[in-house]
């Protein structure tokens, strides 16, 4: 029974000092931060981010452009810059590929999303969208990042 009572306590106090450890690390220094850039100074509706485009995009990316202007453009704005109170730039570096890969724009189109990153509130799924049109939307939305310097 002693040897139980050891073998909890000494758990608790690995486990207890893992945490403390954790919370105690300061944060990298590299990368990006969650935080929102300060969108005060944006009027309402207008885009979030200056984006530069390509000088030509692949016969993908051009299919992907047309999609995105029927379906995702109303709400992540011309060329995803976004629009201030309504929709995130997804030409930005939260949405790098190491951070949000190719498939969570899938999953995002199909199933919606929980807004986590922004304050404009929950992306609802998009009706009308094969998996076939959000690969050549993630296409131009990799080439419009790539040529704003988000790899």
Known sequence: MAKSGLFIAAFLVVAGAAIVWQQVQSAPSEGHSMTPP????????????????????????????????????????VNA???????????????EPDHHGD?????????????????FGNMPPIEGLTDADIKMVVAYVRELQRANGIN
């Open 38 to 77: 300060d969108l005060s100074q944006v009027a309402e509706g207008g885009p979030i981010v200056q984006v530069t485009i390509p000088a030509e995009f692949s016969s993908n990316a051009q299919i992907g452009k047309r999609v995105f202007g029927a379906k995702c453009a109303d709400c992540h704005g």
């Open 103 to 119: 498939g969570s724009f899938l999953l995002a189109a199909k199933n919606g999303v929980r807004a986590h990153h922004w304050r």
């Open 81 to 95: 810059a976004g629009q201030n109170g309504v929709a995130p730039p997804l030409v930005h570096k939260t949405y």
